[in-house]
């Protein structure tokens, strides 16, 4: 890949947007990128969590406005294709993994948005954050205005939408939207460690634990609990259970296999 850049080592894959002199802007180009990293992350069994972040002094600036020039053009039926496209690419509640946003400087636009669809959002205390969409008399449209509306609440969610202002890393701490903020020179420490504790942890509990809360965010008690049920049923026969008690009766780490 030329726009991005993805290692693996010990059970965890970092994908970083390599196009530092645009503040790691996205064009097609890299979102087709971006699609391909997602497929081979999602398919390898290798891979247990994925830690997303950007190279130089942004997280990503969103989308590349050289590129945008060009999908002003596009007709109802291209767009929306497009866009769907896009929020395929995007939904990281579809992978079983847990993923880390490691967010080290300007998330902006589709930028913000990567970190809002990630499980836990780490932040650099040089982070900065906005839903600038407006600013270019646009709406968010890669799931911002659902995710966003949920972490911080309707009222905050519009505020940050309608006008489109940056907000610091502490605001977003303050604001439920981030899980911690660290020095800029421990940001990738604190990212890979919260990385690899969940690569040692049971991948099966830690996938359905991911599916049950997401699917908890839009159905009621009843269901909610009637899936913990079904979900509970397939672990408790995992042999991941099993190393569980085995482990902690013989005082050891377990090695976990996801079956």
């Known amino acids: 890949m030329k726009n991005l850049i993805l290692t693996k080592e010990n059970r965890v894959a970092l994908l970083k947007l390599n196009r530092a002199e645009v503040r790691n802007a996205l064009d097609r180009e890299t979102y087709q990128e971006f699609g391909m990293a997602m497929e081979e992350i999602k398919n390898d069994t290798q891979v247990r969590v994925l830690v997303i972040t950007g190279e130089g002094k942004s997280f990503c600036a969103g ?10 053009d596009y007709s109802p039926l291209q767009l929306s294709s497009f866009i769907k496209y ?17 967010v080290n400087g300007y998330a902006v636009g589709n930028g913000c948005d990567i970190a809002l669809a990630s499980d836990i959002i780490i932040a650099s205390e040089q982070a900065k954050f906005s839903m600038a969409y407006t600013n270019l008399g646009l709406i968010p449209d890669i799931g911002g205005t659902f995710r966003l509306s949920r972490l911080v609440g309707p009222a905050i969610a519009k505020e940050m939408i309608l ?21 800029a020179d421990k940001l990738m420490e604190e990212a890979m460690a919260m990385a690899q504790k969940l690569a040692k942890r049971p991948p099966i509990a830690l996938a359905l634990a991911k599916k049950a809360v997401n699917n908890g965010l839009n159905a009621d008690l009843a ?8 979900l509970q049923n397939i672990c408790i026969r995992s042999k991941d259970l099993t190393e569980a008690l085995l482990s902690a ?11």
């Open 249 to 259: 009766i013989e005082k050891r780490e377990a090695n976990y296999t996801g079956t």
């Open 223 to 230: 269901s909610s609990l009637d899936l913990e049920i079904a």
């Open 86 to 102: 896009l929020q395929n690419i995007f939904t990281f509640e579809s992978i079983d993994k847990p993923v880390i946003s490691a």
């Open 63 to 72: 989308l590349d406005l050289t590129f945008a020039a060009t999908i002003k």
């Open 163 to 183: 006008t489109g202002d940056m907000i610091d890393a502490k605001r977003a701490f303050d604001i439920g939207m981030v899980n911690r903020v660290v020095p």
